[in-house]
């Protein structure tokens, strides 16, 4: 296998944040990711305390989400947001940048936004992830300035997309891709090394967790944890046998966690 399944347990963040999930879904999500030990696991903010103390001990980061998923709240809000996901025992953020002022030009507003967060997740010891939600981004340049600016406002990751971006379009349906590969290799030629990028939305299967990976993402949202992961283990034990294990293409995109 190109990867041990420690290194690729190591990038997942556990999405727990489908609306309908219940305390005792989330409980049970936060047992699989000790079993697994995944990264973090990433709940909703009022399942905080839950989750930290679910995992208390296991080696498996607490992450949230702010201004989810839309990104529009004020950027006192998400400051306040980050502060009370601190306190209750969150060590990551990823947080939704205001779409509409980065598509408007506001530059200096996203900016402002990424910062204030930034500043006070890390006066807690936490890290920041900043979502572009690039499905709504019209061009390259736009996620390329999105980069520079995460950059420059302390960003420790910057993340593609929320995985719940899905807006009604022309046609009348919902289509939503999520990370792609081109978006993946052109944030990460566009950061430096200090900042890291993560995968969301449509990394689904071992192949598409092993070609984001291959593109330099360090993480991906996801929430097929068990199925990626058992699919390793499959693998791993035909391959010690000498047998062909069949393989998925890995697309990336696709939508949902």
Request: charged share 25%; with cysteine; proline share 3%.
């Amino acid at each position: 296998m190109k990867y041990t399944s420690a290194e690729l347990a190591g990038m997942i963040d556990h999405a727990l944040l489908h609306p309908t999930m219940t305390d005792a879904e989330t409980r049970a999500g936060c047992e699989l990711a000790k079993k697994f030990q995944v990264a973090s696991v990433c709940v909703k903010p009022a399942a905080v305390r839950l989750a930290a103390e679910v995992l208390r001990g296991s080696g498996v980061a607490v992450g949230t989400v702010i201004g989810f998923p839309h990104g529009s709240s004020t950027t006192e809000v998400k400051r306040y947001e980050t502060e009370i996901a601190c306190r209750d025992g969150a060590t990551e953020i990823d947080m939704v940048i205001n779409v509409g002022h980065a598509l408007a030009g506001d530059f200096d507003s996203v900016e402002g936004d990424v910062r204030a967060v930034c500043d006070e997740a890390h006066r807690h010891g936490a890290l920041v992830k900043v979502i572009f939600e690039n499905d709504y981004l019209p061009d390259d340049a736009i996620k390329i300035r999105l980069c520079e600016i995460c950059e420059r406002a302390g960003a420790d990751f910057v993340k593609t997309s929320t995985g719940f971006g899905f807006v009604k379009q022309l046609s009348g349906g919902y289509d939503y891709r999520g990370a792609t590969a081109h978006d993946l290799a052109l944030m990460r030629a566009h950061c430096s090394p200090r900042v890291q990028v993560k995968a969301s939305g449509g990394v689904r299967d071992l192949d598409a967790l092993i070609a984001a990976r291959d593109l330099g993402a360090t993480r991906c949202g996801t929430s097929s944890t068990a199925q990626l992961l058992e699919e390793y283990r499959r693998r791993e034990a035909a391959e010690k046998a000498g047998v062909a294990a069949p393989t998925d293409p890995g697309s990336l995109g696709g939508g949902g966690y």
